[in-house]
């Protein structure tokens, strides 16, 4: 049997159909971006997420990006994040001027440790950016009390999140924006890029309008100095024909990991993942964590099973963020985590033997492991990129 990570060919013969006519009536009209679509995709959005604004881009990272800079984050800035993501989040950061400044994470969640956020606010701390990684929400009412406390800005990273819930309202309506991902394989993905602001603050809102578009309010008419990220009419047809599903997709999610919870619980190795009181997790992956990851992510491979590490070099100890004076050991949790985090197979379309036969290898593996025989090497295994 082989198992894919993320199987995107049976969701889109499902809906190829409906699919089809919306690309040929976007490229009929020849209106490519800015247009109908993407007017409708942004309110539809906005209201799905408990909302009032939504404002489409180019991708997550831009979303991020231009969420940061619309609230007036800029150079000698601070933003309180989490290294445990992917380093888009640290980009957006990074690309504003501003510092980010890294917490830990919960061991349970993998989310922002609240806890520690207080001792990280400094003068030059203008926001706090925590990521709902995996699709399990980041405890955002510790996190909004610091924000009001020492008047902050803060932007949900929800890139990995769509549909997830926090006390029973969903991401994207928690803080004072979020930033969302449309790349292909998330919750809901396009075909390709793309990405969303949503917000409840008009103010944010026109002014991520006038970045993601040159900075115009009309055409040749600038009123600052943006960027170019406009969300193109052909994804937004394609997520506006997705999103009606993504509720019944996310149910999918949360059915099939329960059978891996169960299926799991019995190996004394594995750590399944943990859905808190408050959440509502849409498993946009589904991360077990065991010492020896790489072996058996070398046995899984070697039985037909993909996976995946999200992921494998914290953020603060990357190459690219070495100005920051991060060192190993400044981040025990994240770190530690780091070498033990193995994704599985998750989306809607997994079946009960799928999800059976995992488990089974999973099982054989320590149980061959315990017996001393060697497991399998292999070439490089696949990763895959927020």
Request: a neutral charge; hydrophobic letters at 40%; charged letters at 20%.
């Amino acid at each position: 049997m082989t198992i894919e990570l993320v199987d995107l060919k049976q969701q889109y013969q499902s809906l190829k159909d409906q699919i089809i006519p919306q690309i040929e009536q976007v490229l009929s009209g020849m209106k490519l971006f800015l247009g109908e679509n993407v007017y409708q995709l942004e309110e539809e959005f906005a209201q799905y997420c408990g909302s009032r604004f939504g404002i489409g881009v180019g991708s997550g990272t831009d979303a991020l990006y231009l969420a940061l800079s619309a609230a007036g984050v800029g150079p000698g800035d601070e933003v309180i994040t989490v290294s445990h993501t992917f380093i888009a989040t640290v980009e957006a950061i990074a690309s504003t001027g501003a510092r980010p400044v890294f917490v830990d994470i919960d061991p349970s969640t993998y989310t922002m440790d609240a806890s520690q956020i207080e001792a990280a606010v400094t003068p030059r701390t203008r926001a706090i950016v925590p990521v709902h990684i995996y699709g399990h929400p980041a405890d955002m009412s510790p996190v909004l009390a610091v924000a009001r406390k020492h008047s902050l800005f803060v932007l949900e990273d929800a890139c990995q999140a769509h549909g997830s819930e926090y006390r029973d309202a969903r991401v994207g309506s928690l803080g004072d924006a979020a930033a969302f991902s449309f790349y292909y394989s998330k919750n809901l993905g396009a075909y390709g890029e793309g990405g969303m602001v949503v917000t409840k603050d008009r103010d944010v809102a026109t002014r991520v309008q006038l970045l993601r578009n040159h900075g115009a309010k009309d055409r040749y008419h600038h009123s600052i100095i943006g960027i170019n990220s406009r969300l193109d009419e052909i994804q937004a047809a394609i997520l506006r024909v997705k999103l009606p599903h993504l509720d019944s997709w996310n149910t999918m999610r949360r059915t099939w990991a329960r059978h891996y919870n169960q299926q799991l619980a019995e190996i004394e190795h594995v750590v399944t993942p943990q859905e808190q009181p408050y959440a509502k997790h849409v498993y946009h992956l589904y991360v077990i964590r065991v010492r020896d990851r790489d072996g058996l992510q070398r046995w899984l491979k070697a039985h037909g099973v993909s996976t995946g590490v999200h992921y494998p070099l914290p953020c603060h100890v990357q190459e690219a963020c070495g100005a920051y004076g991060y060192q190993a050991g400044s981040l025990p949790v994240t770190e530690a985590f780091a070498d033990q985090i193995l994704s599985l197979p998750m989306y809607p379309e997994l079946t009960v033997d799928q999800i059976s036969y995992v488990s089974q290898t999973i099982r054989d593996y320590f149980k061959r492991s315990r017996r001393g025989r060697p497991v399998p090497a292999s070439s490089a295994v696949q990763r895959i990129p927020s």
